[in-house]
């Protein structure tokens, strides 16, 4: 799986977006961009993924560049309770196997989020 | 979506002695497991894959004999620390990916302490 390229942290203040980069130069056209965020002493928890489109849920958007080589995780309104690690992943979602590669974590950026 | 549970949330356990800690996937068969270790202010660490009724497959660096991992059902696995020492002292977290959506996910983690 290619390798991703995170800042170790960021700061955002309370109810401003938090727009978390990553970049992922050798991406494979078949592997899927995945954001993980792991608050203190958790498991880790899903919030997206995208292969080439921009997509949006509940939790965050994500903004892939026409290249895939770089994304960004945005958190429109950030609160006190999104401080975690953000971990960008790429992976395989479905090999030739039929089945996804296993997911391989980074250092990730660490985002406080501040009053 | 998945749920996955962690048994014990936390365990102390002197030097020496072997510790189990359960996984289970409540609401979806897992055929494919993971189990992940993260020290202090570090990232998650795969240590090893297990399908369902087969050996796990270990992540270099990672002795088999000491971690014994176990994935007798769909909706179980247990890793076992066997004569832990206090540098096995971590945070275990388990995957478990569902074989209808492709997808991993993770429970709440262990806190393992050796003293």
């Known amino acids: 799986d290619a390798k991703t390229t995170q800042p170790p942290s960021m700061d955002c203040a309370e109810g401003r977006a938090a727009n978390l980069p990553c970049n992922h130069s050798?991406?494979?056209?078949?592997?899927?961009v995945y954001w993980y965020r792991q608050i203190h002493s958790q498991g880790p928890q899903y919030i997206i993924h995208g292969l080439k489109n921009n997509e949006t849920n509940e939790m965050a958007s994500l903004i892939i560049t026409e290249d895939r080589k770089s994304s960004t995780l945005i958190l429109p309104h950030a609160t006190l309770r999104d401080t975690a690690v953000y971990y960008c992943i790429v992976r395989v979602a479905r090999g030739n196997t039929g089945t996804a590669s296993k997911l391989t974590f980074g250092t990730g950026t660490r985002l406080q989020v501040t009053l | 979506g998945a749920v996955v549970s962690q048994h014990p949330s936390r365990v102390i356990c002197k030097s020496g002695t072997s510790v189990k800690i359960e996984c289970r996937s409540l609401d979806f068969q897992a055929t494919t497991m993971f189990w992940y270790r993260q020290f202090p202010k570090q990232s998650l660490m795969l240590m090893a894959t297990?399908?369902?009724?087969?050996?796990?497959?270990?992540e270099q660096g990672v002795e088999k004999d000491k971690f014994l991992i176990n994935h007798a059902s769909l909706t179980l696995s247990t890793l076992t620390v066997t004569s832990a020492h206090p540098e096995d002292s971590s945070f275990y977290i388990c995957?478990?990916?569902?074989?209808?959506?492709?997808?991993?996910?993770f429970g709440p983690g262990t806190r393992l302490t050796v003293t």
């Open positions: 995957s478990a990916r569902s074989g209808s959506d492709n997808e991993q996910y």
């Open positions: 050798t991406i494979s056209g078949n592997e899927y």
């Open positions: 297990s399908n369902e009724g087969s050996k796990a497959t270990y």
